[in-house]
C-alpha cells in the first residue's frame, strides 16, 4: 500500500509540473515504467485510491448537498479529564486506546469493492451526502478488494502542514481560523476540485458493517480495514495498568504531530461485550473520551505587544508573570486579533487565567479584573508606519500599510519575484532569507546584483550551475510588462488586475503614473479612494520613488498585445474557489484580454459577480443581490466569452 501510495504522488506531482507549470521532471518512457507498476499494483491487490492518475476523471460540480438519515444514530461520547475513571471505566476488560482526531466524522459505504457513498455526521441522525469530495480524498481508496456491503465511519483532517499552505494562498478575508474548520469547509464544497486541490485525509475507526464477516474483536476490523488499504487512526489494545502510561505516550507525541486532536476514545475490544452495553439517551456505552485537563494558572498581565508579520497583519501577544502549566514555564500568548483583544477586556496589570489548549498552544481563559486598558496601536511597532484595522473573516485584524517595512522586507521579495510579478525562477523565500541573511539582499533592485555575487556558489544548496540559473533568470526578468512591474511592487490594494488599469488609464506611462494626483487616482473606474491614496502615498514616500526610479533604469518594459473588445465595457468581480480554470488569475487573464476589468469589490458599477457558490452567504454575494447584479457561475462566464 506504502508503494502504491509513494506512486501516485510521484506521477501526480509529474503531471502538475507537465500540464500546469510546463516543465518536465520526468521522461516519458520514466512516466509510464512507473504508470504501468501502479495499475499492476492495483490490479494485484484491488485496492485504486482516490487520487490514482488510473482514475482521473472529471470533477463533479452540484447545485447543493443532499441531506441523508444515517442507519443508526451516530452519538456523541461521554467525557472525562481523569484517567482513573479511564481506568475504573475499563475495569477487568481489554480495550482500545485512540486519537481523537479533531477534524470532521464521515460515514462511507462502498458496494462490491466500489465506493458508494459518503455523508457527514451533521447532527448525528441527518448527515449531508458529500461523495463527489470523498473520491478526491487524498488516502481513501475509491476501490477495495471486498465483494459486498462495506460501512464504517473515519475522521476527515486536514494536517497543519496542509492547512498552512492553503491558508497562504488564500486572501485575508477568506483564511480558515483551524485545520477543522478548514476540512469542514472543504468536504463540504460542491465543486469537488476544491477538495482534490485540498489532500483532505481520511482515517478509519469504526467498521460498522462487513457483508457476510464476523469478527469478535474491534481491533480485528481494523486491523481488517488496513488489509483492505484504509489508514487507520493510531491505537492499541490496553488493560487497566496500561492506561497511565499510553495516555502520557499520546501525551508526549502532541506537539510533534501533523494534524490536530482533541483528546483520547477509550472503547471496548469485545464486540458482544460493547453489544451488550446498548445506550444512553446521550452517549454509547462502549466508548470514552479522554480530554486532558486545562491546567488553569493566575497570574498577572504586564503588556501587550504587537508583532509585525510578514504580511503586514499586527497581531497582539499577551505577556505575563511566569506560570508553571504542564510541565513547563510560560510567560506570553497570542491574542490572535483585535477582536479577541477587545472581548477579553485586557489591560496592564489585570488577573488572568491560563492555560494550554489541548497542551500545546498557551491561551488566555479569562480576564478575572477586565480593566480594558488596552491601546491599539495607531503606528507599527517596527517602521512606524501607519496602521489600520481591517474587518475580516475572523474578526478585526491591525494590519501596516507601509510597504516597505522591514518586517515584511521577505514576503515582500517574495512577492516580488513571483509568477504573476517578475516571475523569477531560483528566488524560493527560502533562499531570499538565506541572501537577505548574507547581506545580498536588502531589497528588489539588489536581485539585479545577484552576478556580481560569485560567493553563492559556496552556500549550501549552490554550485557553479544553479548559480548561472539563477543569474539567467534574473537577466530573463529585465524585460517585463508594465503592469507586472508594478504589481510586483507590492503597493497596497494593487495586485495584477489593478496595476493593468493603472497602466492602460495612464497609455503606459511610467512618468504620468508616478505624478498621478489623489483625485485622478480615485476617478480610474473601479478604483476609489482607498486604492487611490495606496497608489499615491507609495509614490509620495521617497525611499520608495528612489528604488523604484533605479528599478526602472534597470529593466526594458512591453507594452501588451492588443486585445479584442468582446467584454468591452463590461466590469466583473471574482469571489469564491474556480474549477475550470487553474486559479482566478487565470479567470481575470481572459477578461482583461477580451477588453474587460476586474475590480476587487461590487458596486453599482460591476454588471457581473464570478461566483461558483451561488448560494453563498458571502458579502459580496449579499452585495451582489442587494444591487441586483447577476451572480455566475464560470460555465456561464464562459458562455459569455463565446
Not at 494626483?517 to 495606496?534: C, M, P
Amino acid at each position: 500500500m506504502d508503494r502504491m501510495k509513494e506512486l501516485i504522488d510521484i506521477l501526480n506531482n509529474a503531471s502538475k509540473a507537465y500540464y500546469q507549470d510546463d516543465s518536465q521532471i520526468m521522461s516519458d518512457h520514466e512516466y509510464d515504467k512507473l504508470y504501468d507498476e501502479l495499475v499492476k499494483l492495483e490490479k494485484d491487490s484491488g485496492v485504486v485510491y482516490g487520487g490514482s492518475p488510473t482514475q482521473r476523471v472529471g470533477y463533479t460540480v452540484l447545485s447543493s448537498l443532499q441531506k441523508v438519515r444515517h442507519d443508526s444514530p451516530i452519538l456523541s461520547l461521554d467525557k472525562t479529564k481523569e484517567p482513573d475513571k479511564l481506568i475504573s471505566w475499563l475495569g477487568d476488560s481489554e480495550g482500545i486506546i485512540s486519537w481523537k482526531l479533531d477534524g470532521l466524522t464521515i460515514v462511507l459505504t462502498y458496494n462490491n469493492g466500489v465506493l458508494e457513498r459518503a455523508v457527514t455526521r451533521g447532527n448525528g441522525e441527518v448527515g449531508e451526502d458529500i461523495t463527489h469530495n470523498a473520491r478526491y480524498f487524498k488516502n481513501l481508496p475509491g476501490k477495495i478488494n471486498f465483494n459486498g456491503e462495506l460501512n464504517l465511519r473515519g475522521e476527515g483532517i486536514i494536517t497543519f502542514t496542509e492547512f498552512e499552505r492553503i491558508n497562504s494562498e488564500l486572501g485575508d478575508d477568506e483564511v480558515y481560523k483551524n485545520p477543522r474548520n478548514l476540512c469542514s469547509g472543504t468536504v463540504r464544497q460542491l465543486n469537488s476540485k476544491v477538495a482534490s486541490d485540498r489532500n483532505v485525509m481520511f482515517y478509519a475507526f469504526t467498521l460498522v458493517r462487513a457483508e457476510g464477516r464476523e469478527f469478535e474483536k474491534k481491533s480485528e476490523q481494523l486491523k481488517f480495514l488496513e488489509d483492505l488499504g484504509f489508514d487507520v487512526v493510531e491505537h492499541y489494545i490496553v488493560r487497566a495498568e496500561d492506561i497511565k502510561d499510553k495516555i502520557k505516550m499520546f501525551s508526549e507525541k502532541i506537539e510533534k504531530n501533523d494534524f490536530a486532536s482533541d483528546g483520547l476514545v477509550l472503547t471496548f475490544d469485545s464486540i458482544a461485550y460493547s453489544s451488550s452495553l446498548g445506550t444512553t439517551s446521550k452517549f454509547p456505552k462502549d466508548s470514552i473520551a479522554f480530554k486532558w485537563s486545562d491546567e488553569l494558572a493566575e497570574t498577572t498581565l504586564l503588556d501587550i505587544i504587537w508583532n509585525t508579520s510578514r504580511t503586514g497583519r499586527i497581531n497582539p501577544i499577551a505577556v505575563f508573570e511566569p506560570v508553571d502549566i504542564e510541565g513547563s514555564t510560560v510567560n506570553r500568548a497570542s491574542v490572535h486579533n483585535v477582536s479577541v483583544l477587545e472581548g477579553l477586556k485586557l489591560g496592564k496589570g489585570d488577573k488572568i487565567k491560563v492555560y494550554k489548549a489541548n497542551m500545546i498552544i498557551p491561551q488566555i481563559a479569562e480576564n478575572m479584573t477586565c480593566s480594558a486598558t488596552a491601546k491599539i496601536p495607531e503606528v507599527c511597532p517596527v517602521c512606524q508606519g501607519e496602521t489600520e484595522i481591517r474587518m475580516l473573516k475572523e474578526g478585526k485584524e491591525l494590519y501596516c500599510i507601509n510597504p516597505t517595512c522591514s518586517a515584511q522586507r521577505i514576503k515582500a521579495l517574495v512577492h516580488y519575484v513571483s509568477r504573476d510579478a517578475m516571475n523569477i525562477e531560483g528566488l524560493s523565500e527560502e533562499t531570499i532569507k538565506k541572501f537577505a541573511d548574507a547581506g545580498i539582499l536588502d531589497n528588489y533592485t539588489d536581485i539585479y546584483s545577484i552576478k556580481d555575487h560569485p560567493e553563492i556558489m559556496d552556500m549550501e544548496g549552490f554550485g557553479q550551475k544553479s548559480f548561472d540559473n539563477l543569474v539567467a533568470a534574473v537577466e530573463k526578468s529585465r524585460t517585463v510588462p508594465l503592469e507586472n512591474f508594478i504589481n510586483a511592487l507590492g503597493i497596497n490594494q494593487v495586485g495584477l488586475s489593478n496595476a493593468k488599469l493603472l497602466c492602460r488609464n495612464y497609455n503606459y506611462s511610467i512618468e504620468d503614473i508616478v505624478k498621478a494626483d489623489q483625485e485622478e487616482l480615485k476617478d480610474i473606474e473601479g478604483f476609489g479612494e482607498v486604492i487611490a491614496h495606496s497608489i499615491h502615498s507609495y509614490f509620495a514616500n521617497k525611499e520608495n520613488l528612489e528604488l523604484f526610479n533605479k528599478a526602472v533604469g534597470l529593466l526594458s518594459f512591453v507594452k501588451p498585445a492588443e486585445t479584442t473588445d468582446k467584454l468591452g465595457g463590461i466590469n466583473f468581480v471574482i469571489t469564491g474557489d474556480v474549477a475550470i480554470f487553474k486559479n482566478r488569475n487565470e479567470v481575470k487573464a481572459l477578461i482583461e484580454s477580451l477588453g474587460g476589468k476586474v475590480t476587487g469589490s461590487v458596486t453599482s458599477k460591476t454588471n457581473y459577480l464570478i461566483n461558483n457558490d451561488v448560494n453563498s452567504s458571502s458579502s459580496k454575494n449579499k452585495k451582489a443581490k442587494e444591487l441586483n447584479i447577476p451572480i455566475i457561475t464560470e460555465e456561464e462566464f464562459i458562455k459569455l466569452t463565446e
